[in-house]
């Protein structure tokens, strides 16, 4: 049984930086394209960044945002700077069915029940 569970969100101030985390089992996360996505109120999930054999961020998070991962924790993390409050959302983390990086999520099958994150101005 696959399972991903998020944390690291919370309340905080815009210029602020966050760390989320996801914590695998079930499925080994350097063996899976991992990404981030998020979601706000009233609107769609949108990819924020991806990572199999090299790392892939939204426009948005260019420069602001780093994923990466502990393959001996088997979980991987979103490092994020310079937090706006549009980036206030449910932040999730997902594994895809392989290897191959991908921005859709329709790509990606397991899903953690995700973390908030909001940012204040």
């Known amino acids: 049984q696959v399972q991903l569970v998020e944390s690291g969100g919370g309340l905080v101030q815009a210029g602020d930086s966050l760390r989320l985390s996801c914590a695998a089992s079930g499925l080994t996360v350097r063996s899976y394209a991992m990404g981030w996505f998020r979601q706000a109120p009233g609107k769609e999930r949108e990819f924020v960044a991806g990572i199999s054999w090299s790392d892939y961020y939204a426009d948005s998070m260019k420069g602001r945002a780093t994923i990466s991962r502990d393959n001996a924790k088997n979980t991987v993390y979103l490092q994020m700077v310079g937090l706006k409050p549009a980036d206030t959302a449910v932040y999730y983390c997902?594994?895809?069915?392989?290897?191959?990086?991908?921005?859709?999520?329709?790509?990606?099958?397991?899903w953690g029940q995700g973390t908030q994150v909001t940012v204040s101005s």
């Open positions: 997902a594994a895809a069915g392989t290897y191959s990086l991908s921005d859709s999520a329709g790509d990606y099958y397991y």
